[in-house]
């Protein structure tokens, strides 16, 4: 896992989410990564194995800031490492029910712990700040 150092990333999907044609859904699934950290020259290095903890749907406007969500999860499960998030647009200018993103949360869930390809998603850790996760 490479982890970046960029600030605000979660700021900027929000209100990328709101600028959207169609009102957006955010599907979030929460993880956690165990396993051993190396440092290399552009950063830091972890290998070992990922586990889907929780998933959560939420309208955009529904989320004050990453602290908050970050408070609302640490409630229900405080040891996660990392979030993934994507975005489910609406038709007609109605936002996707919450009952629409179960089968988005799955495949989320199942492309995590498959080790498919990634890089459609936005992943942040604790801190903000961007992860790019690699199977090998």
């Known amino acids: 896992m490479f982890k970046g ?5 979660f700021t900027k999907l929000l209100e990328a989410a ?22 290399i020259s552009n950063g830091s290095h972890e290998t070992g194995t990922v586990t889907p903890l929780m998933c959560v749907d ?8 990453f602290e908050a ?14 979030v993934l998030i994507a975005g489910l647009g ?17 495949q989320m869930a199942n492309d995590l ?3 498919q390809d990634l890089s459609g998603y936005t992943i942040l850790d604790r801190q903000q ?3 790019i996760l690699q199977a090998s």
């Open 129 to 131: 700040s961007p992860v």
């Open 113 to 115: 712990m498959m080790g």
């Open 58 to 65: 939420k309208l955009p406007e529904e989320i004050d800031s």
């Open 5 to 9: 150092n960029v600030s605000g990333e």
């Open 90 to 106: 609406g038709v007609d200018g109605e936002a996707p029910p919450t009952e629409a993103a179960e089968q988005y949360l799955n």
């Open 69 to 82: 969500l970050v408070k609302e999860a640490d409630a229900i499960e405080s040891n996660w490492s990392f």
């Open 18 to 39: 709101k600028q959207q044609d169609q009102p957006q859904r955010l599907l979030m699934l929460f993880a956690r990564a165990e396993g051993d950290e190396e440092k």
